[in-house]
């Protein structure tokens, strides 16, 4: 699921058809930013995915701020980057891991099985000194059967019925209350502990499975947990995390906590829990 630099551009040498690269890279506070570094600079052969446009649906209809994209219309997307259901599909960004673990996850929804990271992004590619372009690479025609994968999803209906360990990937002063710059009001969905996404991570590059089960600690392998956060992206890294760390029952919220909070009637806490 997490590979290398050099991993990846042994792959584009040998074969540039079997992998496809996607530029994920993007700016909450500036959501035209990451396209304009895109066309400045990118991987060579990379596409670009825009968070709203392309790994998000339409607001408005419930889901939370990024609820999930019509996964045909997904599914096609990825098709004219040229992406088959044998393809290995490397997502980056700039290391934060949120906005590719975004890509990852969908495509692993989608029931893609070659959905992969960039270790350390587009700033880990850059600091090796390894090429970038401004061309960008000409629309292609991939073949991806759809699976979808109900499993990896929790709706607000299951969290609220309390049968799985709730874990809140924000950043711990969302979590508590203290601050609360994008929802209608602050604090967590009641029972959630706190894991924070980046901590997943060491200066951009993914911590091994050891470092991941420690942060995990506490809970069993195979309990059901639900992973949040404030709209369903940067919980991604943290699922990605179970995974390396040998959890086996883990879903996503999508709407996560924007979706959960803009409904009035839906309890809101700020006491901290743990394990």
Known sequence: MIVTTEWLREKQNQNEDQVVVIDCRFDLADPA???ALYEESHIPGAYYAHLDHHLSGEKGQGGGRHPLPDMTVFAAFMESCGVSDDTFVVAYDDGVSMFAGR???????????????????????????????KKQPARKTGELTLQLQPGMIASAEEVAEGGALLIDSRAPERYLGETEPLDRVPGHIPGAINRFFAEAMDNGKWKPAE??????????????????????????????????????????????YSEWSSDESRPIETERHDR
């Open 211 to 256: 470092a991941q089960q420690v942060r995990f600690t506490g809970i069993e392998p195979d309990e059901p947990v639900i992973v949040y956060c404030g709209s369903g992206v940067s919980a991604t890294p943290n699922i990605l995390a179970l995974q390396q760390a040998g959890f086996t029952n883990v879903k996503l919220y999508p709407g996560s």
């Open 103 to 133: 890509l990852w996850w969908l495509l692993t929804y989608a029931g893609h099985k070659h959905a992969c990271i960039l270790d350390g992004g587009f700033s880990a590619w850059t600091s090796e000194g390894l090429p970038v372009t």
């Open 33 to 35: 930013k990451g396209a």
